[in-house]
């Protein structure tokens, strides 16, 4: 499988297996009236973000273009999905308040940003092909 294939995939399960618990359970961890709880969740993302996308610049050992272009791949299907997601937020996230919403929102792109920003400062796999 190309790098261009499996950053699409890992993109895709990545927004599911973020998807789903939101979904069940979101009223059980996304507290949005303990400022502990959200910010462990808005920086501990970080490190998990990293290893996710740190898996796809190593196995394919990247040059910084094709970074670049796995990063975008990977954030890709979940910012078309969430568009829908979002547009359907009472029936997909029925476990959160419409009150939620919101922080919701802003967490999710705030995952898209730390993706897009982890993948402008990874190196080159390879010094040259």
Do not use: C
């Not at 294939?5 to 297996?17: A, E, N, Q, T």
């Not at 929102?105 to 390879?126: C, D, E, P, R, T």
């Amino acid at each position: 499988m190309s790098y261009k294939k499996f950053s699409l995939v890992l993109g895709f399960l990545v927004w599911l297996f973020g998807t789903i618990p939101f979904s069940l359970w979101g009223d059980s961890f996304f507290l949005t009236n303990n400022l502990l709880v959200m910010l462990l969740l808005y920086f501990g993302i970080i490190p998990i973000l990293y290893f996710l996308t740190s898996i796809v610049y190593t196995k394919f050992q990247l040059t910084k273009p094709e970074i670049l272009e796995a990063t975008m791949l990977m954030v890709l299907p979940g910012l078309v999905l969430d568009v829908l997601v979002f547009m359907n937020y009472q029936v997909v996230f029925p476990a959160l308040t419409i009150f939620d919403a919101g922080s919701f929102i802003s967490y999710v792109i705030w995952i898209y940003s730390i993706a897009l920003i982890l993948g402008l400062l990874k190196k080159s796999g390879k010094a040259h092909r």
